[in-house]
């Protein structure tokens, strides 16, 4: 057991009243981390709850415990999500390490005075955190959480440890942010993990379907409208990018859920190593970024989209038009170029 595991099997042994948060517009490592912890949490004595900042997607809402999640950007938790962190002991902040990530909840969790608690495998983390569970090599949140478990354990068996619904958050967390088992982020420590998990007996198939086969038709046509008509790829940059604009993501009547993972359709073209996505939304630019291989889209996303994110995928933010923020990317792919080409 390394110090921050002792110390927190020792704070861990009297019951606590702790909160666990998740970065802004939620995906399943953060969500399923999140409740997956939560599970462990409650099982262990303890009295706990799950704050999201904004509103999730729809294929999420099979996760167990979802019900419980509140919502801080809704008017109506927002009072209870105030009064529960002003008295918790403890505060988790799961699959992010930058407080801005949480949107208006991080004034209020940087300002309470719980210690925190900070598991991620984002890079360079801020230190706001009294425990830091991080480790940029970990595929996901929720393959920390995992072996986390496990060290509190002391490496029982995972049959006496998990149950099937906390085994399925879990899961759901790994195989999203690994692609299903596809991303360059997969190592032997995700699939002994996942195979470990897999003795619960859950069903890794049903959590497939549940996750990517579980869209309305419209997500479809659109997806069909935005290859067809928006995918533009730059072969000399070996790049390829979307530009959605809030009239098209009306006239699709499409939600948030909807533009989710599509960014990631440009790398299949042949060549491409790096895909982006810009989403006019709310008045503000969305950018999505992909890469495959050497290529740090974080780099790019952090110095000039204020974002950040992993290396191979990242997000970031434009107050500029649209039309300002592509204009700014196209400029600076020369920068990259030499960088893009070399990518193996
Ligand atoms: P996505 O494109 O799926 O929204 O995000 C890809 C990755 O980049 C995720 O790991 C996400 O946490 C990170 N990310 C997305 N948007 C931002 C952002 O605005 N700031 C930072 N620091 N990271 C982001
Ligand atoms: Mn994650």
New binding site residues.
């Given amino acids: 057991m390394n110090q921050t595991v002792e110390e927190l099997s020792s704070f861990l042994s009297h019951p606590q009243k702790i909160i666990i948060t998740m970065?802004r517009?939620p995906?399943a490592d953060a969500l399923g981390s999140s409740l997956g912890w939560a599970s462990y949490l409650i099982k262990k004595g303890h009295e706990v709850t799950v704050i999201s900042p904004t509103d999730y997607t729809a294929n999420l809402r099979w996760l167990s415990g979802i019900e419980h999640v509140l919502v801080y950007e809704k008017q109506t938790d927002q009072v209870k999500c105030k009064e529960k962190i002003a008295n918790a002991t403890l505060i988790c902040c799961l699959?992010?390490s930058?407080l801005s990530?949480l949107k208006d909840l991080g004034r209020i969790v940087e300002e309470a005075t719980a210690p925190k608690l900070m598991v991620d495998h984002?890079l360079e983390p801020e230190h706001f955190a009294k425990w830091m569970v991080w480790d940029t090599y970990a595929a996901a949140t929720a393959q920390l959480i995992y072996k986390l478990i496990k060290e509190l354990e002391n490496n029982a068996p995972v049959t006496e440890i998990f149950d099937i619904p906390m085994a399925e958050c879990l899961y759901a967390g790994i195989m999203t942010d690994t692609g299903s088992f596809r991303h360059g982020n997969v190592t032997p420590e995700v699939h002994l993990a996942v195979a470990d998990l897999m003795l619960t007996g859950f069903d890794s198939s049903r959590v497939h379907r549940l996750i990517y086969d579980n869209a309305p038709l419209s997500r479809l046509q659109f997806l069909g409208y935005v290859l067809s008509q928006k995918l533009v790829v730059l072969p000399e940059y070996r790049t390829a990018y979307m530009v959605l604009t809030e009239a098209e993501l009306q006239k699709f009547n499409s939600s948030t859920g909807e533009t989710?993972g599509i960014?990631n359709y440009g790398l299949q073209v042949e060549n491409v190593v790096m895909s982006a996505m810009f989403i006019e939304r709310k008045g503000e630019v969305?950018i999505?970024?992909r890469s495959v291989g050497t290529f740090s889209v974080r780099d790019l996303?952090?110095t000039y989209f204020?974002?950040?994110?992993?290396k191979n995928?990242?997000?970031?933010?434009s107050e500029q038009s649209v039309h300002d923020t592509v204009a700014t990317f196209l400029n600076i792919l020369p920068e990259y170029q030499q960088e893009l080409l070399n990518v193996d």
């Fill in positions: 970065h517009d995906d699959d992010f930058a990530r984002h989710e960014v969305k999505s970024f996303a952090s204020n974002g950040g994110g992993h995928a990242s997000g970031g933010r």
